[in-house]
Nanobody, 128 residues
Framework: HVQLVESGGGSVQSGGSLKLSCVAS????????MGWFRQIPDREREGVAA???????AYADSATGRFTIPRDNTKNTLYLQMNSLEPEDTGMYFCAAVSGWGAIYCSGALRQGFPSGYWGQGTQVTVS
């Protein structure tokens, strides 16, 4: 099974940027649809972005135009580049991976919350 470890979170001012990293071990990320989710207190967990094995991407409306989700298969690492951050982006960000049918339909898996997926422990992003 794949294990995921996020890093790169922190506190930034409105309009600033952060780049999150998710290092995978135990399996190659090329096998999976990879994604980022965020958890805001008192709100439902929401999908932010996802990328498939062919570098096809899907983004939440709130992320489109501000965030990108590249992957580096050589480093077995997923990234989330976040620009023009706003206070509404504050939350715990989780890296996730899903295989099987979820990997075949990556955008659908993002909308469905990566059912039966693998999850990292999260990294906090605070924007003020």
């Amino acid at each position: 099974h794949v294990q995921l470890v996020e890093s790169g979170g922190g506190s930034v001012q409105s309009g600033g940027s952060l780049k999150l990293s998710c290092v995978a071990s135990g399996d190659t990320i090329g096998r999976y649809c990879m994604g980022w989710f965020r958890q805001i207190p008192d709100r439902e967990r929401e999908g932010v972005a996802a990328i498939d094995s062919h570098n096809g991407t899907a983004y939440a409306d709130s992320a489109t135009g501000r965030f990108t989700i590249p992957r580096d298969n050589t480093k077995n690492t997923l990234y989330l580049q976040m620009n023009s951050l706003e206070p509404e982006d504050t939350g715990m960000y989780f890296c996730a991976a899903v295989s099987g049918w979820g990997a075949i339909y990556c955008s659908g898996a993002l909308r469905q919350g990566f059912p039966s997926g693998y999850w990292g422990q999260g990294t906090q992003v605070t924007v003020s």
